[in-house]
């Protein structure tokens, strides 16, 4: 197996719904960040355990959009987070 490398999250994220259509978050114009607030963000692995982050993203997450709901992935110290809304 490879090692794995602190802070830097798995290549696979292992999800229970298949992606609807994947696309960089905010997509706009070149070279121009989205931050999204890490505060709505839950852990992919332990969706219950309370996170308590108040930081932002430091580049744009992803999007998976299908049927009216939206989810944000983003890799945060070592760990995948979502963020769903309809």
């Not at 978050?25 to 890490?38: A, E, F, K, N, W």
Request: net charge neutral.
């Amino acid at each position: 197996a490879a090692a794995r490398v602190p802070g830097k999250c798995p290549e696979t994220l292992d999800w229970w719904n298949p992606p609807g259509g994947l696309a960089i978050y905010g997509g706009g114009q070149r070279g121009q960040g989205v931050r999204v607030s890490l505060r709505d963000f839950q852990s992919v692995v332990s969706p219950r355990r309370e996170l308590g982050l108040t930081d932002s993203t430091a580049y744009a997450p992803l999007r998976d959009y299908y049927d009216g709901v939206e989810t944000l992935f983003y890799c945060h110290n070592g760990q995948w987070l979502y963020r769903m809304a309809e």
